[in-house]
């Protein structure tokens, strides 16, 4: 089997695989698979932060006759509008789920962006009626002009999120999209039962925490959980968790609601102050089928994970502006999850000076964010700049590990292997180091 890391192209039987982007980075997934007489796109993401300069969007991804996406994350489908400008027409192709997000998320970038409103308009009206959903493990045939078959199989890392198996007469292709942790709350695990009747020719997969462990299990975050809450009631203090709206917010709550469902927590209001994650939470709702064994047994002993005493939607931006003057405890729930922008952002500017906060951070704080600056502020006893305004940290930051929605190294390698007659992999949405220490691991297992 031959390994490959920082690779862009993949040469298959009837074609090529082409890693447009994420090649040594980890937002902007897109990757064009050229097998049974057409040109397939897997995702259409834009980069984020640093790796988002000098991108322009790669003409080969026009050149393409259908879109498949594995999840509705930014980073995998940001481009579409790109995409719609070029006049490209096609099928776009995922879980109903995915095309479900995808579309918040989409409609979300076009106001972040100031398009007009008819241009979102055009462009929405454009995406629905280009989309069509397809079902986890049915082989689908229906692209146009396409001599083969596409699959979508589990990958556990966000509601619909998905690998994608294409098979034409001389080429398979596996490629694994964002792949979550085994054993996450809600999500169903990774899949990991293949096919083993005939030998895949190339696999590309996600490299992300390829050289990491995570230390922390999903069993301990509540424990953490608890211990912040109980710090922020004796204090009578806010908690602001600046969070990401799809994923993360929803498995947050799950966690909530099993600390107020079993009694540890009491007295607690939660506010969710993020109308993209209110949105994106009602939309899990609308695909229980889709989530695992021990979240339908809730809902079979009557406990949606969703819904709990004192838990509080709120939708409009003047209600927001008002959480920070009521009294603690109480947890707010707010993007943006590295406090770039957003609701988050006001809390912040409010409650960071006042020592009884705490600021509960739930995922990777990226280089020259706000976030990580809160993070070094507490350390260093100095202040963040937030939306023109100096502001002194003095409240509590605590890091909350164990939410990642991506597999480290060792999960990632065991998916690997479960694919059985592997003839090459490539790696690709995880920087450089992350890849040679998955592509070591791989290795590994081999010998
Ligand atoms: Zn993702």
Known sequence: MEIFTETECHPLPDGEVRVLGAVRCVTGAMTRVEMGGRKLLIDCGKPQGNEARGWSFPQEAADSDALILTHGHFDHVGAIGDLWKKDWTGPILGTRATLDIARIVLEDSCHLTHWSPKDTKIFLEWYDSSTKALRYDHPDARIDGFDGTLVLREAGHILGSASVELVSPLSRVILSGDLGRPETPILRDPNRTWDDS?????????????????????????????????????????????????????????????????????????????????????????????????ALELYAHGDDPFVFEDLYAVNRGRDSAKLDDVEGPMLIIAGSGMCTGGRVVRHLQELLPDPRTTVLFVGYQADGTPGRRIQEAAKDGGSVWLSGEDVVVKAKIETLSGLSAHADGPSLAAWFKSI???????????????????AELVRGGLS
């Open 198 to 294: 005939r030998p895949v020719d190339f696999v590309l997969m996600e490299s992300t925490y390829g050289n990491r462990v995570h230390e922390t299990e999903p069993e301990e975050v509540e424990a953490k959980l608890l211990e912040v809450i109980r710090w922020a009631q004796e204090q009578r203090g806010h908690i602001i968790v600046p969070a990401f709206a799809i994923g993360r917010t929803q498995t947050l709550l799950y966690h909530l609601n099993a600390l107020v469902e079993s009694g540890r927590v009491d007295g607690l209001p939660v506010a969710v102050d993020t109308p993209m994650g209110l949105n994106v939470t009602a939309t899990y709702q609308r695909f229980k089928p889709l989530f695992d064994r021990e």
């Open 420 to 438: 059985p007659g592997v003839k090459r992999v490539g790696f690709h949405h995880g920087d450089p180091e992350a890849q040679r220490g998955l």
